[in-house]
């Protein structure tokens, strides 16, 4: 049998359980999902289109599980999330989307709205304390985030940086250390090259 079918037969199985949930979840959950629905790649909001992914996605369930918390208790065990991903981070903002979350630990003392995240990322924790993350922020492959910096809104890390000091709003920051290779202009939203270390 291929994936797509198994993914339809445990989707009918799981309605049941995410009816439940449905209806027993507080609507600001709710909502913080269909949220991270929307900027996912399912983009069609409904029962079924939640089940089937969360049967074939691991990735997606584990942006559920965040949102859950402890209640995730109740249906993890069947469908565990990403492998090797750790969250830490008590406060999400609104449409958080974790895609390919492989070897990934996010450690951060909060994040805004719209955070994008690839695999083998590294948020966490220095010997200063652990980084604040801003609106619209986007944390490419590989990359690092180490100890009490905060990253502004609208920022790119790229594959591979390394960030230990604050990053100001929109910027792309890339490579060891990491340093600014793009900064926009608020006035006509243009991206000027830069070449600023952090």
Same mark, same amino acid.
């Given at each position: 049998?291929?994936?797509?079918?198994?993914?339809?037969?445990?989707?009918?199985?799981?309605?049941?359980?995410?009816?439940?949930?449905?209806?027993?979840?507080?609507?600001?959950?709710?909502? =913080?999902?269909?949220?991270? /629905?929307? $900027? *996912?790649? !399912? @983009?069609?909001?409904?029962?079924?289109?939640?089940?089937?992914?969360?049967?074939?996605?691991?990735?997606f369930r584990s942006t559920v599980y965040i949102? =859950?918390?402890?209640?995730? /208790?109740? $249906? *993890?065990? !069947? @469908?565990?999330?990403?492998?090797?991903?750790?969250?830490?981070?008590?406060?999400?903002?609104h449409s958080l989307f974790i895609q390919h979350?492989?070897?990934?630990?996010?450690?951060?003392?909060?994040?805004?709205?719209?955070?994008?995240?690839?695999?083998?990322?590294?948020?966490?924790?220095?010997?200063?304390?652990?980084?604040?993350?801003?609106?619209?922020?986007?944390?490419?492959?590989?990359?690092?985030?180490?100890?009490?910096?905060?990253?502004?809104?609208?920022?790119?890390?790229?594959?591979?940086?390394?960030?230990?000091?604050?990053?100001?709003?929109?910027?792309v920051v890339v490579g060891v250390p990491g340093?600014?290779?793009?900064?926009?202009?608020?006035?006509?939203?243009?991206?000027?090259?830069?070449?600023?270390?952090?």
């Open positions: 049998m291929n994936k797509e079918f198994l993914g339809k037969i445990e989707a009918f199985l799981l309605m049941p359980i995410i009816l439940l949930y449905y209806f027993l979840l507080p609507r600001h959950i709710v909502n =913080l999902i269909i949220s991270d /629905i929307r $900027v *996912s790649e !399912i @983009k069609k909001v409904s029962f079924w289109s939640f089940a089937y992914n969360f049967s074939i996605h691991e990735d949102r =859950l918390g402890v209640r995730r /208790i109740f $249906v *993890s065990w !069947i @469908k565990p999330g990403a492998k090797c991903f750790y969250n830490l981070t008590p406060h999400y903002g979350g492989f070897a990934t630990i996010i450690y951060a003392k909060s994040i805004g709205h719209h955070f994008f995240v690839n695999q083998q990322v590294t948020i966490g924790f220095g010997g200063d304390g652990n980084p604040t993350i801003g609106n619209n922020v986007s944390v490419r492959a590989g990359a690092k985030i180490i100890g009490n910096v905060t990253i502004g809104d609208d920022v790119i890390i790229g594959a591979n940086a390394v960030v230990i000091k604050d990053v100001p709003s929109h910027s340093r600014i290779i793009k900064k926009r202009n608020s006035m006509n939203e243009s991206w000027k090259r830069v070449d600023i270390k952090l």
